[in-house]
């Protein structure tokens, strides 16, 4: 009874009621000491760096809430130098003052790399070497050769270049391949609808130059089509190994391709019916 007793009595209470501000107390002090240490409640927007050269950074007006580290090099000759083009945590997020900001940059000279060795090489082996070391094909050659479509010299602005050799990173290389001994000639694809991407892959792996490029809605990767071209892509037109196929681009936001290509189908119907 004496345990009921004391449980019901005042004195229980006011400890109870003491022990629980106690309690309170100790939890809001750690809760406080918590958001003191990681500085909850403070966060800073990361500003967006890109286009903006590293060395301008110390100029800006940030006040050490960031450390700027550069974390690679690209180099591309359509920014300038040093200039910022990757930067993470991107643009926006919320951050801690003092948080590290990483970024790539624009590197002061092109990355060098060695001149891989293409002779013997299919026509289509030797564009995947390119590509894999950076490297652009400037055009194709082709002169009497059993060996078709095999790469029988290498160079760089008219001169043999041999493998091994250093070189800049997207220097663009001549190819002189082989065209079989027939004097033989190959059909012209048909480009119309094409972005420029698709032409130049198709132009390149048919034993075609890229000749002239013209762009009547502005250049646009995305939406500028092929609407005319020359050599035209009709049925039986044909052209020399290496001949330059001339393209015209237009934007499908503002022109109608599907019309454009059923005209040139029945144009094509109409020209074989005529032939035959």
Known sequence: MGLLRFLSSKAFFRQLGVSGLIIVLILWLAFTSINFYTDHGNEIEVP?????NFDDLEELDF???????????VYDDHFNQREIVLQDPHPGSKVKEGRQIYVTIVATQPEMVYMPDLVDLSLRQALNELKANGLKLEKMEYVPNFAKNAVLTQKIEGDTVLPGVEILKGTSVELVLGKGLNNEKIDVPFFIGMTESEAIKMLTHSSLNVGYLKY?????????KVYQQQPPGIENQKAEYGA?????????????????????TA??????????
């Open 244 to 264: 330059f196929v001339d393209l015209w681009f237009r934007s499908e936001l503002y022109f109608n391709f599907d019309s454009l290509k059923q005209s040139y």
């Open 267 to 276: 144009d094509s119907l109409w020209i074989e019916s005529v032939i035959k």
């Open 216 to 224: 009547l809605d502005g250049r646009d990767k995305i939406h500028s």
């Open 63 to 73: 006040e050490g809430e960031f450390n700027f580290i550069v974390i690679d090099s």
């Open 48 to 52: 967006g760096l890109i286009g903006v």
